[in-house]
């Protein structure tokens, strides 16, 4: 490296002499202890880089005959064994980390080199994750990352159980601050364990820092949140709102949220939250939810859906309104509705809907036809 820095300087003192022949071709005078030595500036420059380059080999050349002739090679080469073991470090834990380019660009520089340390790491590849001993302070810190990222390795075979897996966890991030992999499996372990609160923190930590992409975190962190509100009934409506942010398209968490609120006496949000979704999405799910609270005043209901164009108005929303038809007594136009919708769209719900109609009528055969289409 500091050849490397040598050459460069002189490459870029003679590009200036180049450009500056006026400045190379000043004289200069050195006078000492009787001695009279003359000049030009550019050529003297040179001549000292030069000097000092031959110094540097000459150095080299005695430490490599001094050496023996088994290591004149390596004493030859550029950079030092203990800075290629760095670089050969520095590869490795990027490797186990899965950070950066995987240590591709240090390992072009560590050829040749195997340390003592080395062969502590091989034999470490050959134990199975279940025999790997407890981590310890006094480990090697590139061996305590190799050992945890076996240990909590998902495809291992037998599995550690969980206590041995958190202590090489945390034994990981302690040598290895911030590892990627590392991260990513104390989310997976949290996940597994059901720790939503430590999960969510973890999500946010990484988001934050843009470790990761929004798109591969906000599913995952939605979920964390729909699990808490499960856990913790009496937040709910905090944690699934929050979800509901993250994922505003996800037909469970605004089921989820619709029902929480009606829990909550908002019936007039919960409407809102529903209908809104279903102008856009064909989601069932909501549609059954949403006709559950219009039955009620279903002849009010329908009229706000009755002029809709059937090409505007996804299935889910077509059968809530043939459905509100039938439950006003507009029978006529709940099948001209429903018929329609079976001619676009046909689909299970739609056919069961037709076969609960006939079996109102006790009309068992067609019930029975309707039924079979919606199993098939």
Not at 55 to 81: C, H, K, N, Y
Not at 95 to 102: E, H, K, S, W, Y
Not at 293 to 303: G, Q
Request: glycine residues 6%; charged residues 25%.
């Amino acid at each position: 490296m500091r050849i490397v820095i040598m050459l460069t300087l002189a490459l870029a003192l003679a590009g200036i002499l180049a450009l500056f022949p006026h400045v190379a071709d000043q004289p200069l005078r050195i006078e000492a202890f009787g001695w009279l030595f003359e000049s030009r500036q550019g050529p003297f420059i040179l001549l000292l880089l030069l000097l000092l380059g031959l110094f540097w080999m000459l150095r080299r050349i005695l430490t490599a005959i001094l050496a023996g002739p088994g290591q004149v090679w390596q004493v030859l080469r550029s950079g030092g064994r203990k800075r290629r073991e760095a670089r050969l470090r520095d590869g490795l834990a990027e490797l186990i980390d899965v950070r950066g380019d995987l240590g591709t660009k240090a390992f072009r520089k560590t050829r040749g080199i195997v340390p003592a340390w080395g062969r502590t790491l091989l034999r470490a590849f050959t134990t199975s994750a279940a025999n790997h001993a407890m981590p310890s302070t006094d480990d090697d810190a590139l061996l305590t990352a190799l050992r945890s990222r076996m240990v909590t390795d998902p495809s291992a075979s037998p599995r550690p159980d969980m206590a041995t897996r958190k202590a090489h966890l945390e034994a990981w991030l302690n040598v290895h601050p911030g590892a990627p992999l590392a991260l990513k499996r104390k989310i997976d372990m949290a996940e597994e364990e059901g720790d939503w609160t430590v999960l969510v923190r973890l999500l946010e930590d990484v988001w934050k820092k843009g470790g990761r992409s929004a798109a591969s975190i906000r599913p995952r962190l939605a979920t964390a949140h729909m699990a808490l509100a499960v856990a913790q009934p009496e937040h709910a409506l905090e944690y699934l709102r929050k979800a509901h942010r993250l994922m505003p398209e996800d037909g469970s968490i605004l089921l989820a949220l619709g029902k929480t609120l009606l829990v909550q006496g908002d019936t007039r949000a919960s409407r809102k939250l529903w209908s809104a979704h279903l102008e856009t999405h064909d989601d069932e799910a909501v549609a059954l939810a949403l006709h559950e609270l219009l039955r009620t005043d279903a002849l009010r209901a329908y009229r706000k859906l009755e002029k809709i164009d059937n090409v505007k108005m996804p299935p889910a929303r077509a059968w809530l309104r043939a459905q509100l038809a039938h439950d006003a007594d507009l029978k006529g136009l709940a099948i001209d509705h429903l018929q329609a919708l079976i001619k676009s769209h046909p689909g299970p719900l739609a056919w069961k809907t037709f076969g609960d109609w006939y079996a109102e009528q006790t009309d068992w055969v067609q019930a029975v036809r309707c039924y079979r289409k919606a199993l098939e």
